[in-house]
T-cell receptor, first 112, second 113 residues
Framework: QQPVQSPQAVILREGEDAVINCSSSKALYSVHWYRQKHGEAPVFLMI?????EQKGHEKISASFNEKKQQSSLYLTASQLSYSGTYFC?????????????FGQGTTLQVKP | DAGITQSPRYKITETGRQVTLMCHQTWSHSYMFWYRQDLGHGLRLIYYSAAADITDKGEVPDGYVVSRSKTENFPLTLESATRSQTSVYFC????????????FGSGTRLTVV
């Protein structure tokens, strides 16, 4: 079963912050986050593994609560280049099986 | 060229025809995957492969066949195309260790008429 992302869509002004959530009904080994621009392939942002470590990438960071089977992506002081669709991909189970199940995506639009 | 390439980029086929989408990667990544992307559904896993000659079903495998005789190639075949298989298909690969990040191909937009 696909993880559930929320919200489905969000519109921001430049400089505003956003949070995208990803929730699974299954135990997770890992959570990946990807961004896809219109007409392009998804691009890797970051991976979080069991242990709850928060990862960061410039002004984009993420957390992983393995007990709740949830992850959140934090976009701080958003830029126009952050626009796109964000997908979480979950690695299910207690160890790395290699495959990811993706959520339905969250569309982010950043306006000037 | 290094990377992961998909062909064709665009394909129009008729209902009932067999069509094969190609995926080639130059990194010798062990894992390869096929996803389809439809509005409202995100990316759904069709089939994946952990190594040459090892494949397994994903979330939506019905109507599709895969093979992997060589590490670098992972073709996806629609045995008898249906309109519901109209979609954008992405191939991806990843390392067995390291960052474990996926790298996606540019996609194939398939239209079944």
């Amino acid at each position: 079963q696909q993880p559930v992302q929320s919200p489905q869509a969000v519109i921001l002004r430049e400089g505003e912050d956003a949070v995208i959530n990803c929730s699974s009904s299954k135990a997770l080994y890992s959570v990946h986050w990807y961004r896809q621009k219109h007409g392009e392939a998804p691009v890797f942002l970051m991976i979080l593994l069991k242990g709850g470590e928060q990862k960061g990438h410039e002004k984009i960071s993420a957390s992983f609560n393995e007990k709740k089977q949830q992850s959140s992506l934090y976009l701080t002081a958003s830029q126009l280049s952050y626009s796109g669709t964000y997908f979480c991909g979950t690695g299910e189970g207690s160890s790395n099986t290699g495959k990811l199940i993706f959520g339905q995506g969250t569309t982010l639009q950043v306006k000037p | 060229d290094a990377g992961i390439t998909q062909s064709p980029r665009y394909k129009i086929t008729e209902t009932g025809r067999q069509v094969t989408l190609m995926c080639h990667q130059t990194w010798s990544h062990s894992y390869m995957f096929w996803y389809r992307q439809d509005l409202g559904h995100g990316l759904r896993l069709i089939y994946y492969s952990a190594a040459a000659d090892i494949t397994d079903k994903g979330e939506v495998p019905d109507g599709y066949v895969v093979s992997r005789s060589k590490t670098e190639n992972f073709p996806l075949t629609l045995e008898s195309a249906t309109r519901s298989q109209t979609s954008v298909y992405f191939c991806a690969s990843r390392e067995i260790a390291g960052t474990m990040s996926y790298t996606f191909g540019s996609g194939t937009r398939l239209t079944v008429v």
